[in-house]
């Protein structure tokens, strides 16, 4: 099961965050482990939400039970800053020219997510 939370504009894209959280049973011999990976990533074993930003998200699952069976699930979403949800500004000065150049470590065409940590209930 996969549950994402978060407000969506009118396209189905999330506005500013998206969580997401999954879960994975097996009833005959349990899952021995659980693993998820963001846009072809590392597999990271999954400890609770995943907090996602701004971009363009490939997120994949993978169960394995303990007899070594595996399934795995994959969502695309898509999350934006809802200031591009609202438009341009309409009294913004459009002749103005701003660097607003940012760094990624790898082809700068994904943001990064600022969180990717696992949240434990008590």
Known sequence: MVDIDGKQSA???YLD???VRAAATDADS????????????DWIDYG???SLTAGEWNLRFRAI???ENAVMHSETLS???????AGP?????????TDETESSPDDGDRA???????????
Not at 30 to 41: P, R
């Open 17 to 19: 965050s998206a969580t």
């Open 30 to 41: 349990g899952i021995a482990s659980f693993e998820y990976q963001l846009n072809d990533g």
């Open 48 to 50: 609770g939400a995943i």
């Open 89 to 97: 500004d309409p009294g913004a000065d459009e002749g103005t020219e």
């Open 65 to 67: 039970d303990r007899n």
């Open 11 to 13: 396209d189905g894209a």
């Open 112 to 122: 990064q997510p600022v969180v990717i940590a696992p949240s434990y209930a008590g």
């Open 79 to 85: 999350v934006i800053a809802a200031e591009d949800e």
